[in-house]
C-alpha cells in the first residue's frame, strides 16, 4: 500500500499533516501513533508466542501418545 505512494507523495501528506495540525501537535501525534505500533507489535508477538507453545503442547501430547 504504501509503495505505491512514493516520495513526492510523502512530502505533500506530511505538509498537509503540517498545515493542517500545526507544528506543536504534531510531535505527540507522532509519539501516540509510535506507541499505538509498539503495542501493536506486542501484543502481535505474544500472541504469535502463545500459539506456538500451544501448538509445541499439543506435538508432546502426541508423541507421547506414539
Known sequence: MLSNI???GLILILTLALIIFGPKKLPEI???FG???KEFKKSTRELTSDITDDIA???KEI???I
Open 63 to 65: 508423541k507421547k501418545e
Open 30 to 32: 507522532g509519539r501516540a
Open 6 to 8: 512514493g516520495i513526492p
Open 57 to 59: 503442547d499439543d506435538l
Open 35 to 37: 506507541q499505538t505500533l
